[in-house]
């Protein structure tokens, strides 16, 4: 559905500088967006596209604006939000129509919302409860397990596989591929073999919570594995049991929590970071990707933890002095004591002096 | 089932401090069971929970038994181990009716034994073998390859891939988003190109194997790729084709093995390790989180391998001194030999020897 | 169908030492190859086995050659190229009848190419297209979305997820578990809350591409994912939205692209590497195994990342001091001017040239 730039600034409060009767049907990039799209600058990165767009109108800060050329500027404090905020106006979910697909296989005593849409051969069991308007959007191997519960408007879009008794909650998207309620890996050792520990916990996930693509959320223990609000997890992140996350906590792409390991509100994790278990981990913690976090933290701040890739030579060169690190160490200190003892001994002399 | 204290004393060979008619129903936190829950004491961290715990029972070490409040003591060497034995009593498997659901597609000469599950859209194809009490969870998505055998009590719990010919014992659980069997990355390259190498081994898994969400397990380039008994791999874990793992290794989520690295018995290999391939790892190797293994192991022993993060300021300044650490070690040397040379020089001179 | 040596050597230009009549039926290794086998030798590694290896014969380089025992020798430059076709030859893709299968579920307007088979309980969408001779392996769990197209002899194996309006080019195998056109982890943040930011792009895959289990390819946040011909990725790689990756790049095991970086041809990405986003990575780049790329690189050339594990002890050490690597540099650097100084004033007095 098209917008006016008139419209879009008045919802989204964005100060117009150009003709507000003109009509955008979607959205583009600065450099590639043609004359019926709107677009952003939220990256300075791509600043220098500003006076060359054919974008319609550009979603930027006050102080990008004079930068622009034709294009009419939509200026707002948070470009990058209200640029959502617009395309997903301007890009409704595809509407469809509630009901159960004759090939998905519903059990008698699952609860279906009237306004839900169970797409071809998915499966939901027993006491299952699927909410309103709830999309289990493309059937096929969408496992709703029993005693499930997927709250209001949320979407399981293909090959979800959700456990029993695990809990949804609203306008959550789970995406291709993700697991919740996967068996924690607890095994007790005994006499050289592993003992299977059944985890009778489940999980529980908030509302507004997205998860990735082929991204796992273990079941608890004992207690349950909890995700907060409004938590966005990318692809292929690992969640052990008895995790609990903060509300609007963000894990980039195969990020991974240990078991027990308890993190705060706000928190963004970069990919490829992770937690070893029985951590606190405070709120507004970030990390920079690669970082591995073996105790707790206890205040806000940002954590790095990954050496950047080098040429091989260099790389393997220093590689090697690192595993000769601590010798090293003692070399410098013992050189440190002989400088001193020299000092010393040459002061007595007083030689040097002179 | 409820068990009282008495038989689970007797069962499981624990000493008991208390009243063996007390009944236990399930299992609980220290902190958080109740009066008819028993727990376990495995790790010393929440120790100083025993005395309050409100648990029927509390099953722990001779040495942490005194520390108990109201609770019943029951007393072994190996609280965990016993605790799992005591849950899976305590948390029995639900009953399930034996057969094929009707929406499940089966191959003609397809066996299924008369005890076994095939849940509803599952996927059984030619000459496959599926043995005694296997439970096919949760249908969709379970793929049973053409000429696959499943092992008697073995559980496929839902989105399970387990392609052609591949091979798996008995008391296994395969979880959700499972693929056994898919084909090795075997490339050849040839004038720029990359050649795909037909991957004909299969995949060979022993008994009482659990492999985790979404791990996947790949088969052998000419001959199989084996899993051991016993061995446990957690979520997203990925084996190469042509390895082979002994009995009653673990590996944690995100561990990874190369093509062809063989690996020992009882190995532990913590999260996000990984080995490069054509390796011979020993038994009883332990790696901690985020070791990478370049060399093949011939002792057992413990291996480190991750750096912790640190808070960013100082981990930037450090990853930028080890761009230069070979640099570094130089100088260290020339300053070695300048005061060695200057030593020599001195005592020539006799000077600081006053 | 059995293979003569002779057709063997014709077909692929191989120089034959041997019989050209002796038949070979299949494929095996150095060591366990039987007399109706063909085998290669591609890694030195092996050399050993060539006097006494069984099989028939062995495809080799010509300095390899005068090693063997009884086995007929075909010398060739590329002797991992001519197994893989001579391979493909011996093991060719089982037959199958063309066709829907009853229990799947497609949409009336898709088109499928009367030569394709798609499998038990397969979900083709609305105006979806598939190829001449495509295969749905597997059928449960392989959703082909809206106005997706998978171009001729593209296989899908089992639970495979491609979503609305990806291409797939000609002779793609697609893994299971493989997620093509996930939703980019496009989120912006918005008081303390994030946003998500529909993602209106799409995927595009060129053609003899292979995707191993459980990986994902995120759909581009405004324009196109784009995966470039010949490319082979390896099991749970992650490619972020935005990204292109060039023709005939592989990329092993866990490696991982964050959004927006464009990756160039023909490039060798060991496991666990990763890019962080926005990068611009020369064609021919080879990056070793756990080599994380913050920077863009303009150059061709081989990079390294990962820090060998070490025996714990020494490794524990090393790391402490890493963490003190920057003040380590300043107490050498002081050391340095200590000396310097010193040797100034000593030469000033002379004392420590006789």
């Known amino acids: 559905m098209p917008l006016s730039l008139g419209e879009i600034a008045v919802r989204f409060g964005c100060a117009l500088q150009g003709d507000p009767d003109t009509l955008v049907t979607g959205v583009g990039t600065l450099a590639g967006a043609g004359p019926d799209a709107i677009t952003f600058l939220a990256n300075s990165h791509y600043r220098s596209a500003l006076p ?53 296989d519903v059990a008698q005593d699952a ?11 998915a499966v939901v069991e027993a006491r299952a409860h699927i909410g309103e308007r709830v999309r289990v959007f493309v059937g096929p191997g969408c496992v709703v397990g029993a005693g499930v519960s997927v709250g209001d408007d949320t979407h399981l879009i293909a090959n979800v596989t959700v456990l029993n008794n695990a809990l949804l ?49 273990d079941r608890g223990a004992i207690e349950d594995t909890v995700i907060g609000d409004g938590v966005k997890l990318d692809n292929h992140v690992q969640i052990g049991h008895n995790v609990r996350i903060g509300a609007h906590t963000v894990m980039a792409a195969r990020a991974g929590v240990a078991g027990s390991t308890v993190i705060g509100r706000r928190c963004m994790i970069a990919a490829d970071s992770g937690f070893v278990g029985h951590l606190n981990i405070a709120d507004d913690v970030v990390l920079l990707a ?7 933290i206890s205040e806000p701040g940002t954590y790095g933890g990954g050496l950047p890739g080098d040429k091989l030579r260099r790389w393997q060169r220093n590689a090697a002095r690192f595993r000769n690190l601590d010798s090293l160490v003692r070399r410098l200190g013992a050189l440190e004591q002989a400088l001193e003892r020299w000092r010393r001994g040459s002061d007595g002399s007083g030689d040097n002096d002179g």
Do not use: K
Not at 111 to 121: E, F, L, N, Y
């Open 52 to 104: 060359t767009t054919r974008a319609a109108a550009v979603l930027l800060s006050e102080a990008d604006a004079d930068e622009l050329g034709t294009a009419a500027a939509l200026i707002t404090d948070n470009p990058y939000a209200a640029y959502a905020r617009v395309a997903q106006l301007l890009h409704p979910p595809a509407p469809w129509n509630p009901g159960v697909h004759p090939s998905a």
């Open 111 to 121: 609860r279906i919302a009237g306004s839900a849409w169970i797409g071809p051969q």
């Open 169 to 217: 909650g609203r306008r959550c998207v789970m995406h291709p591929g993700v697991v919740i309620g996967s068996d924690g890996f607890g095994m007790a050792p005994d006499h050289g073999e592993w003992l299977r520990v059944p985890q009778v916990g489940s999980v529980r996930i908030g509302d507004d919570v997205d998860i990735g693509a082929n991204s796992a959320v």
């Open 290 to 296: 690669r970082c591995m976090i073996t105790h707790s």
